[in-house]
C-alpha cells in the first residue's frame, strides 16, 4: 500500500461523514429515525431561479469553460446585494470573487496566505473546517474561548493574554455557528482596530445572516474594515441553494487577487447555469426573506419546546438555522446525551463538542425539517 501524506495524521474524518453512516444503518434497519443534526436546507430556492437555471442550460456557450472570476453580471449582481443589504460598496471588478460554496473559500484562503507553522486563532466552539484545514497546510490552530456568559463574542482581554507570535490569520463566525451568537457593533469595531495593530488578517464567514435576524451586518461595513479584512459569504442557506455551491469572497483588492492564484489552480470556473440561477436568487426582493423567516420563526418556537422537553435550556437570543441548547445535567457529556436520544429516542442532534472543547455540554438542535417531524419528535417524549 501507498502511503497516504503525513499531513492527514492531524486531519479525522468529518464526524457528519462518519456519524451519518450510523444514522443510515439504524434507519436501513428500521429505526425511525428523525435527523436533526445537518443544517442542509430543506425548502427550494425561488421559483425565477430554477426558470433562470433551465434557460441557462440552453445558452450557446454553457458548456463551455467559464472565467474563473465568475461572469461580470454575477459580480456585479453580489456587489449589489451588498450594497444593498449592507451598505458595503465593492467593485465588481476586483473586489468579488464567485466561489463554488464558501467551503472551498476556506482552503483557497488558507493556501494564499499561511505557509508552514503560522498561526490561526479560531474559535472554539466554531466550524470544524477552520481547524481541519488550517492542519492540511500545516499550519498551527490557536483557539479563542467563546462563552455563554459574554454572549459568545471575542474577549480582547482573554486574546491579549495569549502568546500571538506567529499568528497571521483570524476566523470570525457571526452570526455565529454552532450557537447562533449575533455580532454586536463593537466586536467587529474592537477587531478592526487590533488586528490592523497586529498585523492579522481578518475574515468573517458569514452564510447566516438574513436568517432570523433583524440586524444583518457585515464585517466589510465597519471603518478600516478593508483594510485589514475579507468576508465570505454563501448562497447555500439565505437562498436554499446548498447543493448548488455557490458563494463569494469580498474585499481588498490585493487579498483578492492573491486568492485568485489558489483558485485558478483549482477549477475551471463555476457552470453557467448555475451562475445565472444565482443572479435570480441574488435580485430577490424582501419579501422572499420574510417568507423564509415566516417559516424558520415557526420552526424554531417548536424546537425549543423539543429542546426543553429532551432536557436542554436553549440559547433564546440566537439567530440563524440552528437552536444551540445547554444540557441540564451537567454529568451527562454531549455525545453520551447525543447517543442516548439516538437510541432510546431514534432521535440524531449534533453533539456541541464537534465544534471545540467549549462545546462539552451543549447540543446543536437544525431547523432544517418540517414542523411535523419536531412535533413527531415532541411525542416521543
Known sequence: MITSATRLEYVQEYYFSQKLREVAALKASGKPILNMGIGSPDMPPHPSVITALQSGVSAPNAHQYQSYQGLPELREAMAHF??????????????????????????HLSLAFLNKGDKVLIPNPGYPTYTSVTKLVEAIPLYYDLKEAHDWQPDLTQLEQMDLQGVKLMWLNYPHMPTGANA??????????WAKKRGILLINDNPYSFILNETPKSLLQFPGALEVGLELNSLSKSFNMAGWRVGMLLGNAHYIKEVLKVKSNMDSGMFYGIQKGAIAALQQDASWFESLNATYRNRRSAMEQLAALAGCTPYLRSVGMFVWAKINDSSVSSEAFVDTLLHKHHLFVAPGTVFGGKGEGYVRFSLCVQEEMIQKAMERF
Open 184 to 193: 454586536v457593533n463593537s466586536t467587529f469595531e474592537k477587531l478592526i482596530a
Open 82 to 107: 451588498y450594497q444593498e443589504k449592507y451598505a458595503v460598496a465593492c467593485n465588481p471588478s476586483n473586489e468579488i470573487l464567485p466561489l463554488m460554496g464558501s467551503k472551498e473559500g476556506i482552503m
